[in-house]
């Protein structure tokens, strides 16, 4: 079965400027969660969507929204980029019940200049 | 504050040797431990997944082993391979669904010929 796809691969963008990045997750999974990973920070958890709802975050600013669709595809959104905001985006999704694994896809790389 | 530690941060060996990585934590309420391996560019893979009633989970050459006394766990990789070279990262799950993830910040492994 297909693993979870994440597009773009590669995204380079301006200061200031605004993003989206897209996920779709392993048929059946419910739950989408959205991670940061930076070389000084490693990885770092943004927040989670179950059934369209947000159910959890993380401590990240206001410029980190999201949202998840009634197939359980989720987008990312970055406001107002920020030099610092380069990372690697990682989605994971899961069937989201306790004791079930997490399979996360390959990544959005994010670079802002 | 929940916190998760791994050691060595690096380390180096040459194939067919046997390495173990250290991780411990401080979560709570504990939910679960995973050991993922993520090789450079891509999203972590999950290789074990253990709750707190389970002390030892193998896949393959990689064993896992957890104390949920002491707050430790371990992952063993037996005759290594050039392939095993990637990052180790230990994650704790808190809460009452497992919900609240904790990273570690990796192991990376090196194997030489």
């Known amino acids: 079965k297909a693993g979870v796809t994440q597009t773009p691969r590669y995204l380079i963008k301006t200061r200031g400027q605004q993003v989206t990045l897209s996920c779709s997750p392993i048929s059946g999974h419910r739950s989408v969660s959205w991670y940061q990973q930076t070389p000084g920070q490693g990885l770092q958890f943004l927040f989670e969507?179950?059934?369209?709802?947000?159910?959890n975050k993380g401590n990240f600013p206001g410029r980190f929204s999201g949202r998840q669709f009634s197939n359980s595809r989720s987008e990312m959104n970055v406001s107002t980029l920020e030099l610092g905001d380069s990372a690697l985006y990682l989605c994971?999704?899961?069937?989201?019940?306790?004791?079930?694994?997490?399979?996360f896809g390959s990544g959005t790389r994010l670079t802002v200049v | 504050k929940n916190q998760v530690e791994q050691s060595p941060q690096s380390l180096i060996i040459l194939e067919g040797k046997n390495c173990t990585l250290q991780?411990?934590?401080?979560?709570?309420?504990?939910?679960?431990l995973r050991w993922y391996k993520q090789d450079t560019g891509r999203g972590p893979v999950s290789l074990t997944i253990m709750t707190f009633s389970e002390n030892t989970k193998s896949n393959g050459r990689y064993t896992a082993t957890l104390d949920a006394d002491t707050k430790q766990s371990s992952l063993h990789i037996t005759a290594s391979q050039l392939s095993d070279s990637a990052s180790y990262i230990c994650?704790?799950?808190?809460?009452?669904?497992?919900?609240?993830?904790?990273f570690g910040p990796g192991t990376r492994l090196s194997v030489l010929p």
């Open positions: 969507y179950f059934s369209e709802t947000q159910r």
């Open positions: 991780c411990n934590y401080t979560v709570s309420p504990f939910s679960n």
């Open positions: 994650v704790v799950s808190a809460g009452n669904y497992g919900q609240n993830f904790v």
């Open positions: 994971a999704s899961s069937l989201g019940r306790v004791g079930y694994g997490y399979t």
